[in-house]
């Protein structure tokens, strides 16, 4: 069989790929495997107790468990689900925003596919349009959505070396061009894959650029602010008629769903649900369901603020004190954990790269996910890429304290041996 261009285009290895195909077999194999590589949440007692109470009351509903599991939402998404969540984000933070400007996608993921592809690639008028990305490293998933080769431009951010061997990126704004081929702007709050937050002039300054350029200004709030909230500094929740602003119900703990939630104005929203009609028909229902009587009573913000937010802060500190444990006299430098559920681990002057480490690991039994990945557009030749790892502490204790041992000991034999 011959795949056409776009099928050579999505069938060839990826960053994301290789992530969601290290993930399944790790899940599903009988050899035991440290998975400290994928975006899997953790299972949070209060979190999992929540949800199956609110699948009960589903069930026992036989009106409501016959909508949501026998007939179709509309390509925008279950409406009662929509106009709850949009009255909560007006009373909470004085958004204008109502069901229209809400579109739900199956996942987040695919929501970036519509984005990216709405914005970028060839315009109607012959030209070519980019998704600047004004800081890297940025999220794995990015990198191959785009239907148009040399989808991404992005940029080199500054390094604040901090307290012990913590440092933290910036955006360079001196450095920083937003060029007539931009067609949106989008960065990840917290940022995935290093846990970097940033900062509200941060993101004010990236949005005037945006508004003067008028062109949108993607914010993926996937593990951010208004839930799950998994952020452990100050993070202004923002939202205005340039932003598109998308959350998703997986890190709530509800990655199953494939729930990808879209704020943004009418004329995206309405994109975004001819896209769904087009590829789906409709986004699924399940997700929408579960949280509707959360996203009424106001509880998803405040189980995000109070159970979800502490769970992760905790196990991100314990992680940082078993790196220390472990590491010895090794150079390492970890970015500041400021939100989501990763380690962005730094080797300076690795003397093999990510990937080689990576595969020493996965001998081991320990996944993690090399940092190459995490530079969609960069065209620089920066050593500091091939130098970093990505590893997750949202798995149990055990498993995290096991799997940063190892890390450690390979890390060791690549300084002393190569």
Known sequence: MRFSKLGQKFTAQTGILQL??????????EQPMIMLGGGNPALIPQMQQ?????????????????RIIGAYGPPDGDLAFRQALADMLAAQ???????????LTNGSQTAFFYLFNLFGGETAEGGFRRILLPLTPEYIGYADVGIAEDLFVSARPTIEYLDDVLYKYHVDFSQLQVGDDIGAICVSRPTNPTGNVL?????????????????????????GTPFPNIIFTDAEPVWDEHIVLLLSLSKLGLPGARTGIVIANETITSAIASMNAIASLAPGNIGAGIALDMARSGEIIHLSQEVIRPFYLRKARQALGWFAEAMGDVPYRIHKPEGAFFLWVWFPGLPIG????YERLKARGVIIVPGHYFYPGLKDDWRHRTECIRVSYAQDDATVQAGIRIIAEEARRAFEKG
């Open 20 to 29: 969601m195909d290290d993930l399944g077999q790790a899940l599903n194999s």
């Open 354 to 357: 990510s990937a080689h480490l």
């Open 50 to 66: 929540v949800f199956r109470q609110r699948m009960a009351e589903i069930l026992q509903n036989q009106p409501r468990f016959d």
């Open 93 to 103: 933070y004085g958004w204008q925003v109502g069901p229209e400007n809400i579109a």
């Open 199 to 223: 900062t509200d002039e941060e993101i004010r300054h990236l949005a005037r650029l945006a508004r003067t350029r008028d062109i949108p200004f993607i914010i993926d709030g996937a593990y």
